[in-house]
């Protein structure tokens, strides 16, 4: 028995994304799509993240271009830049709890994923900061994330994992990753683990520190 959260990155898309929302109303189950604002722009992309909201999963913010991490970027409008609009972006479809997931340039845990000033703004504007503890890698494998997937699963009491919802034909093995996981005892949840939410509406409720870089930002004067 394991409790699972499953949340999927880089959307929506319109070849991949129907499908993924077929699978997951099949079976019940209510995720978070954290999605790429820039994309919001399209119409039929729009209509995706309207149809995953209506349909019970929450949409969350996971930067407006999705190129350079927070932490490693030396504008001082960054936040703006990347959190601010892709939050305008979402408009009405967005979740009371402002749900932002950093860019952390392949998974990475550290701290390329923020800096001082996204903090700030992270803050002021009543954010909450959601990361993860499982990533199978379906962007790198395609064809293999699934028993990885599941081993994840198997070695922590609860995993918020990270897939992608984008062509690169892993979801193809979505519904036999969910089918197996069920099989060995998924609970399935769409609230997250606490210890993956350093930031909950605006406030900093658990160690932010290790996700912080000290780059330096340039000022134009």
């Given amino acids: 028995m394991f409790d699972l959260t499953l949340t999927f990155d880089n959307g929506p898309e319109p070849g991949v994304t129907p499908r993924v929302l077929d699978i997951l109303r099949e079976r ?7 999605v790429i604002g820039e994309k919001l722009g399209d ?35 960054a936040a703006q830049s990347e959190i601010g609009r892709t939050q ?9 709890q402002r749900w932002f997931r950093p860019f952390g340039g392949g998974g990475n845990l ?15 504007n009543r954010h909450s900061c959601v990361l993860w503890n499982a990533i199978p890698r379906d962007w790198d494998d395609p064809d293999g994330w699934v028993d990885r997937a599941l081993e994840l699963c198997g ?9 992608h ?25 769409q609230d997250f683990p606490p210890d993956c939410v ?3 509406s605006g406030e900093i409720v658990l160690p932010i520190q290790p996700y912080v870089s000290n780059v330096e ?5």
Wanted: net charge negative.
């Fill in 88 to 96: 305008d972006a979402i408009g009405d479809l967005a979740h009371a």
């Fill in 198 to 200: 350093p930031i909950r």
């Fill in 110 to 124: 550290d701290q390329r994923l923020l800096k001082p000033s996204a903090v700030d703004y992270l803050i002021r």
């Fill in 217 to 221: 930002e340039s000022v134009t004067t």
């Fill in 28 to 34: 019940g189950i209510k995720t978070t799509f954290f």
């Fill in 165 to 189: 919802d984008l062509p690169s034909g892993a979801m193809d093995h979505l519904e036999r990753f969910l089918d197996r996981a069920a099989e060995t005892g998924a609970h399935f949840h």
């Fill in 155 to 163: 070695s922590q009491p609860w995993s918020l994992m990270v897939l």
């Fill in 43 to 77: 119409g039929e992309r729009r209509r995706l993240a309207a149809r995953a909201h209506d349909e019970g999963h929450w949409i969350g913010n996971h930067t407006f271009t999705h190129t350079v991490p927070l932490g490693q970027q030396r504008d001082p409008n």
